[in-house]
């Protein structure tokens, strides 16, 4: 979740803060509750985390669950649910870094991309939406039809960072995003019951982290795209919302599809 809000316990030298990732302590840096379950065509880990009252200055005991199944056609399904004992803000999504051509490749501005959207959240100086919905047309936030990442790149001062307003017809599964790498041909489909994707082209990379094989992730690395309700919607009631009240449930989810193309 991205939006601005008054620090909890009150605001410091009379300014607001962006609560990026959750807060300080968001849902990746905490331990959560694991199992797994095995079926004949999928394997599935099951987590589960209670945040009491106040955590991270958000209201309710929020019991949250987050399911991973892989199975044997290459699909990854993220499903999420949560209830709540008090009306609280709820906006759980997926940060994975995907580069498709592999350890030790380079960048991704070669990676074709494909987002099903017609408008776009254009962001201030601190990346929080300024509260309009743009087109995407004759912009290089268009990516309508599949485009290099990094062919108009140049044209998004700090590169890409946006929530994207999905064309959705229902809340049933969707097509939100397609991606190929052509020297490999590699493909990832998502497909969401979200109404937004927040599409990052690993801007802040800078070489401090390592991963596979020791590779070090430079500037552009890797991408993210990430289902979500949108950023800022608690300050934005014209907006989908995202606050979460003890009678209802939230429960979403997306899937990511690998493929790949014959060369």
């Known amino acids: 979740m991205n939006f601005t809000v008054e620090p909890y316990g009150g605001a410091q030298d009379g300014k607001d803060v ?23 065509e999928s394997v599935s880990l099951v987590l589960t985390y209670l945040s009491k009252d106040g955590e991270e200055g958000y209201p309710g005991n929020l019991n949250a669950t987050v399911i991973y199944t892989l199975d ?33 490749s380079g960048d991704i501005l070669g990676h074709h991309l494909m987002i099903n959207a017609h408008g776009y959240m254009p962001v201030d100086a601190t990346l929080i939406p300024t509260g309009t919905l743009e087109s995407v047309e004759g912009t290089p936030m268009d990516f309508r039809s599949l485009q290099t990442i990094g062919s108009r790149i140049a044209g998004v001062p700090g590169g890409y960072d946006h929530n994207y307003v999905l064309n959705r017809e229902g809340g049933a599964l969707e097509l939100a995003a397609r991606v190929e790498e052509h020297r ?18 690993g801007n802040f990379l800078d070489g401090s982290l390592s991963g596979k094989g020791g590779v070090r992730y430079a500037k552009h690395a890797g991408f993210c795209l990430e289902p979500q309700h949108y950023p800022d919607s608690p300050n934005r009631p014209d ?3 995202t606050i979460l009240r003890p009678e209802g449930k939230y429960r979403t989810q997306t899937v990511f599809q690998f493929g790949a193309k014959d060369q």
């Open 239 to 241: 907006w989908p919302s």
């Open 18 to 40: 962006s609560h990026l990732h959750g807060g300080v302590k968001g849902f990746d840096k905490v331990v959560w509750d694991a199992k797994t379950i095995r079926e004949q």
């Open 72 to 104: 044997a056609k290459n699909h990854l399904t993220i499903f999420y649910e949560a209830i709540t004992d008090k009306p609280t803000p709820v906006n759980l999504s997926h940060h994975s870094y995907f580069n498709l051509a592999g350890a030790k």
């Open 184 to 201: 490999t041909g590699r493909t990832l489909e998502i497909w969401t019951t979200e109404p937004g994707i927040q599409f990052y082209s």
